[in-house]
């Protein structure tokens, strides 16, 4: 069961739903880097439960501490070992799911492959498990923050029908990741974000669900990260934000869009900018024949709605008999204002990693 991520920044990530932890171990973070538990909290309480009405109401204070790979609050290169413990386990809300596949749910393809697995709160396949990926992020966005300019901004922008609409200017990032923290949704559209929030509480009230899409904007992102063929930049993105429970889209750059276009319409223009090679254009999204280019790369994934839902729903059981499920337990009746520093975080530690490979791509960085 794969659960490694990166190549020199490389991150592993352990535990499940129900068990007695979650977290991970970052291997090959540079030594001398001053860290402290104070740096990687702020991003776990952005994506813990319980933080208003519209998300899950599992009480887990996802308090992170740092086991290893530190010595006077400086990392020595050893391997940083991070747990946050798990507190408000209910294993009796799963007592009747031992042996039923719930619809959209892994259940049935992790009993196909793996034969016994953890039964309660969807053990390994569970979105708690992004816990070790934003714990690990915090950590590649501190190390892009001192080496270079980039700063990572996600946002909601749209809850099922609700969009924000095609004339949102998108603000500076500073302001944007400002206006982003000020809603419970994460919409940076205060108006809008009223309205999404008013319809996820009354899709939970019905006992269902929503998805949606997160917007992911990266400025300053070094030039020349990434590779050609299968370590292409965008590649690598797209995969780690496939990796996250409920995703099921992603678009760089125009995306979809850009197939409508004419190739005078979509290329991207290149002008000297005071000595600093720049596009005119970005329908690339920064990222050109897998390296990016500089530009601010942008990205669109789709999140589908929670699966977990109180409607009863049809299935079958673990002999293929027919069952009718009404699910108990507590869950997101949309996972989307939780997601967005998982998005930010799983796109830090791609750059963080390409980043660090980049100091091997020429023999006088060496």
């Known amino acids: 069961m794969s659960s490694v991520l990166g190549t020199i920044f490389r991150t592993t990530t352990f535990g499940e739903s129900h068990g007695k932890a979650v977290g991970c171990v970052v291997e090959n973070c540079p030594a001398g880097l001053e ?3 104070e740096d990687i909290q702020p991003d776990l309480d ?3 439960p319980g933080q208003s009405r519209i998300t899950t109401q599992r009480k887990e204070p996802d308090t992170v501490s740092i086991l290893s790979g530190t010595y006077q609050n400086k990392t020595t290169g050893a391997p940083i070992s991070m747990v946050v413990y798990n507190e408000d386990q209910r294993e009796k809300d799963y007592g009747n799911l031992e042996h039923v596949f719930r619809p959209s749910h892994a259940d049935f ?6 034969g016994h697995r953890a039964l309660t709160g969807g053990g390994r396949a ?3 498990t992004t816990i070790g990926i934003v714990a690990a992020g915090a950590i590649a966005k501190k190390i892009l923050s001192l080496k270079t300019n980039t700063v990572i901004a996600a946002y909601v922008s749209s809850i099922h029908k609700i969009s924000l609409p095609l004339s949102f200017a998108i603000p500076e990032i500073g302001l944007l990741k400002r206006e982003v923290e000020k809603n419970p949704v994460r919409c940076p559209d205060q108006k809008i974000a009223a309205e999404m929030e008013d319809l996820i509480l009354q899709v939970s009230k019905e006992g269902d669900s929503v998805g949606g899409v997160i917007d992911l904007i990266i400025e300053n992102p070094p030039v020349g990260l990434g590779s050609p063929t299968f370590d292409r930049l965008d590649a690598l993105l797209a995969s780690v934000m496939m990796g996250i429970p409920a995703v099921k889209g992603v678009e760089i750059g125009s995306g979809f869009s850009g197939s409508q276009m ?9 002008y000297n900018d005071s000595g600093r090679i720049r596009t005119r254009s970005n329908f690339s999204g920064g990222i050109q024949g897998g390296i990016s280019n500089g530009e601010p790369i942008y990205m669109r994934i789709a999140f589908k709605p929670t699966a977990t839902i109180k409607k009863e729903q049809e299935t079958v059981n673990d002999k293929g008999e027919r069952v009718i499920l009404r699910s108990a337990g507590r869950h997101d009746p949309c996972v989307l204002p939780r997601a967005v520093p998982i998005v930010e975080a799983a796109a830090a530690l791609i750059l963080t990693d390409q980043f660090l490979l980049n100091k091997f791509s020429k023999f006088e960085n060496l």
Request: avoid cysteine.
């Open 35 to 37: 860290l402290k538990e």
């Open 46 to 48: 952005r994506r813990k």
């Open 109 to 114: 393809t992790y009993h196909a492959k793996y």
């Open 126 to 128: 569970s979105a708690r």
């Open 262 to 270: 004419k190739g005078s319409e979509h290329n991207d223009a290149f």
